[in-house]
């Protein structure tokens, strides 16, 4: 399969994979999401995710559901999560938006952080979904590290029974080639904001959550391989990060996976290099959707036949919907667009929030 065969045609002046990157970073989303439900799922070593649980009013057991599974340093508030959310909501699908660990509203309800190496995480907040959505079939999307633990999850040899569809935006399935790329001049920066990010979580978390390991006595990372060597390497019973990295890579496995999944990836991706996918063996019913230009989880185009500019949330809702038919879409005057003048200058917006949720148990 050609790697570069999507119909994709970036905006004008988000062109490069940096400005793709950034739209995705920093659009002015007005998408939102109404009150959800929280479900607190325990995992086997006592910490805790949370579902995020957003259910049409006239949804029923049987219909389509989806679990929107964030990408590093990202939470079910990531402007990319609401805003597919949103849409898949108005077209009858029940959307559940997990907290990885040490994420979002999940935060202080673990002691460590996620990592590639949790694919397992995933599997109880599946099974929680099968018993508040039985006889309904879960496409999973995973966002970057969503998408390699999602991957890494399929390849498994037994997966939930409820677990039907996979999309995979951006996933980094070979992590050395993802430290390869962010030598890049141009892309040192990625890095650098990753282990900063990851960094003062850690450090957060262990002055506030029992348990917690401390971070005190080791020095501040400035790479994400730092990161892993300090923390995420002893942790998770890794020799070295080299060994964490080829653990966890899935690239080797993908031709594992039998679920119909979509990978969805860019050649400008200045994080997650496309080489990887483009190179190996994929399984029986595994589609890669590649484009030229696209960034980093940005994918943001001209105007085309899609309802607004966000490329990639239309070919993830038609990959969920499977072809089922659903109310019609929204005219793009009522969705949210992209700030383009503000992305081409450089100026930064403001964070989209969700409504206070109800915790459910």
């Known amino acids: 399969?050609?790697?570069?065969?999507?119909?994709?045609?970036?905006?004008?002046?988000?062109?490069?994979?940096?400005?793709?990157?950034?739209?995705?970073?920093?659009?002015?989303?007005?998408?939102?999401?109404?009150?959800?439900?929280?479900?607190?799922?325990?995992?086997?070593?006592?910490?805790?995710?949370?579902?995020?649980?957003?259910?049409?009013?006239?949804?029923?057991?049987?219909?389509?559901?989806?679990?929107?599974?964030?990408?590093?340093?990202?939470?079910?508030?990531?402007?990319?999560?609401?805003?597919?959310?949103?849409?898949?909501?108005?077209?009858?699908?029940?959307?559940?938006?997990?907290?990885?660990?040490?994420?979002?509203?999940?935060?202080?309800?673990?002691?460590?952080?996620?990592?590639?190496?949790?694919?397992?995480?995933?599997?109880?907040?599946?099974?929680?979904?099968?018993?508040?959505?039985?006889?309904?079939?879960?496409?999973?999307?995973?966002?970057?590290?969503?998408?390699?633990?999602?991957?890494?999850?399929?390849?498994?040899?037994?997966?939930?029974s409820n677990f039907a569809r996979i999309v995979a935006v951006c996933p980094p399935v070979d992590l050395f080639a993802v430290e390869e790329l962010l030598k890049r001049p141009w892309n040192r920066k990625y890095d650098q904001f990753f282990a900063r990010e990851l960094w003062k979580k850690v450090q957060h978390r262990s002055r506030i959550v029992a348990g917690a390991p401390s971070v005190d006595h080791l020095p501040k990372p400035r790479k994400l391989r730092e990161f892993d060597e300090a923390y995420t390497v002893p942790l998770g019973g890794y020799r070295d990060a080299d060994d964490y990295y080829e653990q966890t890579s899935v690239a080797s496995r993908l031709a594992k996976i039998e679920l119909p999944t979509r990978i969805i990836a860019a050649a400008n991706d200045p994080i997650v290099p496309l080489e990887p996918l483009a190179s190996s063996q994929l399984g029986p019913a595994t589609q890669l959707l590649a484009t030229g230009c696209g960034g980093h989880l940005g994918f943001v185009g001209r105007r085309g036949s899609d309802p607004d500019r966000y490329w990639l949330d239309w070919r993830v809702i038609e990959w969920v919907l499977e072809g089922d038919q659903?109310?019609?879409?929204?005219?793009?005057?009522?969705?949210?667009?992209?700030?383009?003048?503000?992305?081409?200058?450089?100026?930064?917006?403001?964070?989209?929030?969700?409504?206070?949720?109800?915790?459910?148990?």
Not at 32 to 48: F, K, M, W, Y
Not at 125 to 133: F, M, Q
Not at 335 to 342: I, M, N
């Open 1 to 160: 399969m050609n790697p570069l065969n999507a119909d994709f045609r970036p905006f004008p002046l988000l062109a490069g994979g940096h400005r793709q990157t950034l739209a995705a970073c920093y659009v002015a989303a007005t998408a939102s999401l109404p009150s959800s439900v929280q479900h607190r799922v325990a995992l086997e070593d006592g910490d805790q995710l949370v579902l995020h649980d957003d259910c049409p009013p006239d949804w029923q057991a049987g219909a389509p559901a989806v679990l929107l599974v964030h990408g590093l340093c990202g939470s079910h508030q990531s402007r990319y999560v609401v805003r597919i959310g949103s849409k898949l909501l108005a077209r009858g699908v029940r959307v559940f938006r997990l907290d990885l660990r040490g994420c979002g509203a999940g935060e202080m309800l673990a002691r460590t952080s996620t990592h590639c190496g949790r694919a397992t995480d995933l599997e109880p907040p599946i099974v929680r979904i099968g018993e508040l959505a039985p006889d309904s079939p879960l496409t999973v999307v995973g966002f970057s590290l969503g998408g390699a633990l999602t991957l890494n999850l399929a390849a498994m040899p037994s997966v939930p």
């Open 326 to 361: 659903a109310p019609a879409p929204q005219p793009e005057s009522q969705l949210a667009r992209p700030s383009v003048w503000r992305i081409a200058r450089g100026l930064r917006s403001p964070q989209p929030s969700s409504q206070p949720s109800t915790v459910a148990d």
